[in-house]
């Protein structure tokens, strides 16, 4: 059964930092293109940050660069998102994704507010 598993959300100050995990199974990880997407109250899921299976260029939206790192460790089948400076409109729920050669994978979402 394919699963990812968002956790690290949470309540934060303008200028925090949170760091998210997402927790895959169920697939082969190392062959899947991960990233991040965010979806704010009445808007759109958009594009945060990609990161390719193995080396290659990380990919970030350009309201999150320099804020915000991707990662992965593929032994451990987790992909990561650090983000510092996070600011009132980083607020959204955040989706971790899994894209492959056949199939796309989606987590449940976990919430980041940043308050003012």
Do not use: H
């Not at 970030?60 to 992909?79: E, H, L, P």
């Not at 199939?103 to 979402?109: D, F, I, L, P, S």
Request: with cysteine; net charge positive; aromatic share 12%.
């Amino acid at each position: 059964q394919v699963q990812l598993v968002e956790s690290g959300g949470g309540l934060v100050q303008f200028g925090g930092s949170l760091r998210l995990s997402c927790a895959a199974s169920g697939f082969t990880f190392s062959r899947y293109v991960m990233s991040w997407y965010r979806q704010a109250p009445g808007k759109e899921r958009k594009l945060v940050a990609r990161i390719p299976t193995i080396g290659g260029v990380r990919n970030y939206s350009d309201s999150v660069k320099g804020r915000f790192t991707i990662s992965r460790d593929n032994a451990k089948m987790t992909v990561c998102l650090q983000m510092n400076s996070l600011k009132p409109e980083d607020t959204a729920v955040y989706y971790c994704n899994a894209n492959g050669p056949l199939y796309e994978y989606w987590g449940q979402g976990t919430q980041v507010t940043v308050s003012s």
